[in-house]
């Protein structure tokens, strides 16, 4: 079972006079819900309605992780069915003993980090719009929606820590799940996730006290 550290409680964000701002990062698509393990070794076994049933359950996940990783739609929906393809080509190294939820992501993960990169190469800076702008219309802290102000502020993070954080606190891995997905000690990934919580509760505080 996971230790528990600080910040890995479910991450909720900042909180203010009782309230807690809203986010839709999971996007309404249930992050545990895990496939039958059968599918896989079906799939593996060369059964093709098996493998397009493994796509159909976990390609909203992928995307979402995908989209939070690199930041835009395109990039993120190549991510993913270039996942897919590999995955189909590679299901004969896939261990029957496995869980594939933790290969598939892997895979994934590195798909993400190989556009991140191809997109460094491509521009030397990525710049990110301002805050729209609200006029002088009164905002209810309880009503703010943040998902735009996360999504920004996991933009400016180092990518090792968006990575551990969204698998940890969107898809609501296991730690050794994340280590299984990203090569890295746990003690290390815990590390990651605190301190993507830190920056991310540290700067929505700044943002919502501004807002006063």
Known sequence: MDGAVPGDAAWRGPSTAGHTPRTVLNDHTPASSSIDPALPLRAKAGDRQAFAQMVDLLYPRSLRFALHMVGNREDAEEAVQ????????????????????????????????????????????????????????????????W????????????????????????????????????????????????????VLRARLTEVMQHER
């Open 82 to 145: 270039d996942t897919f393809v590999r995955v189909y080509h590679n299901l004969s190294r896939f261990r029957d003993d496995a869980r594939f939820e933790p290969w598939l992501f892997r895979i994934l993960a590195n798909r993400c980090r190989s556009l991140m990169e191809k997109r460094r190469r491509h521009a030397a800076v990525v710049q990110y719009g301002d805050v729209p702008e609200r006029g002088n219309a009164p905002i209810e802290v309880a009503e703010r929606d």
């Open 147 to 198: 998902t735009e102000e996360i999504h920004r502020i996991l933009a400016t993070l180092p990518a090792e820590q968006r990575e551990a954080f969204l698998l940890r606190h969107v898809e609501d891995m296991a730690y050794e799940d994340i280590a299984a997905v990203t090569g890295v000690g746990l003690s290390a990934l815990r590390m990651r996730v605190k301190r993507a919580c830190d």
